[in-house]
């Protein structure tokens, strides 16, 4: 089985700069893209960006230009680096990371509040 562990969420001013983390332990694949949801009290939880394991990235397009996403593949980690943060960028963030072999499989974090506020 699979734990993400999540970090680096927290309270940011608007226009901060905040950097999420999440560290894959346990059976480790080859192939596989890991990424980042979001869901806000009463909103539908949303992408916000994927890399796969050659790094291919993609990205909705309201966080566009301002996250960059990259992964590790030595440390089996993943990073969201999210500039000029907005109020509507509050939510709580989930790290995922899904298999891209012929298994498949999908695997969640605990998720990590990030709130943008004055």
């Known amino acids: 089985q699979v734990q993400l562990v999540e970090s680096g969420g927290g309270l940011v001013q608007p226009g901060g700069s905040l950097r999420l983390s999440c560290a894959a332990s346990?059976?480790?694949?080859?192939?596989?893209?890991m990424g980042w949801y979001r869901q806000a009290p009463g909103k539908q939880r949303e992408l916000v960006a994927t890399?796969?394991?050659?790094?291919?990235?993609n990205y909705a397009d309201s966080m566009k230009g301002r996250f960059t996403i990259s992964r590790d593949n030595a440390k089996n980690t993943v990073a969201l680096q999210m500039n000029s943060l907005k109020p509507e960028d509050t939510a709580v963030y989930y790290c995922y990371l899904r298999r891209t072999d012929w298994r498949g499989g999908t695997y969640w974090g605990q998720g990590t509040q990030v709130t943008v506020s004055s």
């Open positions: 346990g059976t480790i694949f080859s192939s596989y893209a």
């Open positions: 890399i796969t394991t050659g790094g291919n990235t």
